[in-house]
């Protein structure tokens, strides 16, 4: 991923595994602060008050805090390697929480490790990605007739139309990841001159 960007969870999901009688239960969430991160778990836990642990971690404002919990398991089994899940596919923003039922059987710390691991990668894989990326957006406008070449135009960059106006000029804004630096300068060279572009922001967008 780029400097700038990241990526985060998608979707919140629930996706249960059970290893050895134990259930596992992974929870996802996207996450943009701390505190949401803690009203995520708090909810978790009011949900499953009877299981036997709710083991968690989170990766939050940027990447810059991020924390873990073993909730009783044995020290290391369970928050660290989930932590090293976030890390190890990039994501910021997320929080995970796996709730575990003992269904009599130890793992052993190895097994442990593995069941939280996996129970977090599986989680996450359901839930899915998206990109969040520092993006121009550009306001352009151009003739009805130039409309088929835009569509092609656009094709070849990873963009998001925000909004289409078709009056007497088609007038579209569209989010172009920043680090596309040459965007307007091809478009230009493409229609030939005859488009109109005007740089609005600079901002954060979602891609999916």
Do not use: W
């Amino acid at each position: 991923m780029s400097i700038n960007g990241y990526i985060r969870v998608k979707n919140s999901i629930e996706k249960e595994i059970v290893i050895e009688k134990s259930r596992f239960i992974a929870y996802t969430k996207m996450v943009e602060s701390e505190e949401e991160a803690k009203e995520f778990i708090d909810a978790i836990r009011k949900k499953h008050p009877f299981a036997t642990h709710n083991c968690y971690a989170y990766v939050v404002e940027g990447g810059k805090v991020a924390r873990f919990s073993d909730d009783g398991e044995p020290q290391g089994t369970a928050g660290i390697p989930m932590l090293e899940v976030l890390k190890n596919r990039g994501l910021k923003d997320t929080a995970v929480v796996v709730t575990r039922y003992f269904g009599g059987i130890k793992l052993g710390a190895g097994g442990l490790v593995r069941a939280y691991s996996s129970c977090t990668s599986a989680g996450l894989d359901e839930a899915g990605f998206e990109e969040n990326i520092i993006s121009n957006v550009y306001k352009i406008t151009f003739g009805y007739e130039k409309y088929s070449l835009f569509l092609k135009f656009i094709e070849k960059y990873k963009q998001k139309t925000l909004s289409s106006d078709f009056a007497e000029d088609i007038v579209i804004k569209i989010a172009v990841p920043s680090e596309e630096v040459d965007f307007c300068e091809k478009l230009t060279d493409y229609f030939l001159g005859k488009v109109e572009i005007q740089k609005e922001s600079e901002v954060f967008v979602v891609y999916g």
